[in-house]
């Protein structure tokens, strides 16, 4: 499993991003949850990191579900148009 910070704005992006990928690169599971139960602080960038994870875990023949995304998020997904792009649980 994957956990997502407290705090995914702009400021902390790249180095999130870098971290999951790392991680995902590490799991043996081809179905990954990414765990966001502990996200607090958002901004777009949170989707940015989300959709980048999920092309990433495909180019590595795996899935990505999300568990707990904020409501928040949704919404902000559903404003952009990607949340179905977003496998929420």
Do not use: W
Not at 66 to 82: F, H, K, S, T, W
Request: include cysteine.
């Amino acid at each position: 499993m994957l956990v997502l910070p407290a705090d995914l704005t702009r400021n902390h992006a790249s180095a999130c991003l870098q971290m999951l990928v790392q991680g995902l690169k590490a799991l043996a599971e081809t179905s990954v949850v990414v765990d966001a139960s502990a996200l607090l602080r958002f901004d777009s960038s949170a989707l940015a990191v989300l959709l980048e994870l999920r092309r990433e875990s495909q180019a590595q023949g795996k899935s990505v579900r999300i568990r707990a995304l904020p409501q928040r998020l949704r919404d902000l997904a559903e404003v952009y148009g990607i949340a179905e792009l977003l496998a929420a649980e």
